[in-house]
Structure formats: C-alpha cells, structure tokens
C-alpha cells in the first residue's frame, strides 16, 4: 500500500512540473511572438544561443532561429557561446554541441 502511494506521488509531482515547463514554454512564446518547437533524440537544432533560462523545472538554453524557438538543457559550456551560432546534434545519453560557424569543404 506505502509504495503504491510513493508512486502516485512521485507521478504527481512529475506532472506539475510538466504542466509548469508548459506553461512557461507557452508564456515565452507568446512574449517574443515565436512558436516554440521540440526537440527529440534524434534531431539536429541550428540556431543562435540567446541566454539561459531558470525555470522550476531547471536551467535552460534559448536557441533562437529565424521563426522559432528551443529550449534545451543549459550546460556551463554555452555559457560562452551566448549571442553565437550554435549546432546540437540530440542523442539519447544527451546533446552534443558545436559553438560557431565550421568553414571549409567537410562542413
């Protein structure tokens, strides 16, 4: 019976996070008047760092394109990286990033 409790509480608390990630996505995206798109393993996102976010749920990274938005896990890296063109590739252990624009042929 206790663990049966456990869960629904840790399912619950889950949830509200969720709800309140959502609703700050939303708010965010009503702000700036971009639509805010998901990113999933497995996707590429090119786009220009803009700043971190703190929200309840934790800290994020803005990656801002042309018409749209992401918000991905910040990590201390991009710290340096704000206002430059970033690309993520998205794996399932977690994103790989790459800070400015690569020139030459094998770009």
Not at 13 to 42: E, N, P, Y
Request: glycine share 10%.
């Amino acid at each position: 019976m206790r663990s049966s409790w456990r869960a629904t509480t840790l399912s619950l608390s889950v949830r509200r996070r969720a709800q309140r990630c959502v609703l700050s996505f939303r708010w965010f995206a009503a702000r700036t008047g971009l639509d805010r798109i998901d990113v999933k393993a497995g996707d590429s996102l090119t786009g220009v760092h803009r700043r971190m976010l703190t929200l309840n749920s934790g800290r994020y990274a803005l990656i801002e394109r042309s018409h749209d938005f992401a918000l991905v896990p910040w990590r201390p890296v991009l710290e340096r990286a704000r206002g430059q063109f970033v690309t993520a590739s998205v794996g399932g252990e977690g994103i790989s990033w790459s800070i400015g624009i690569k020139r030459g042929i094998g770009r």
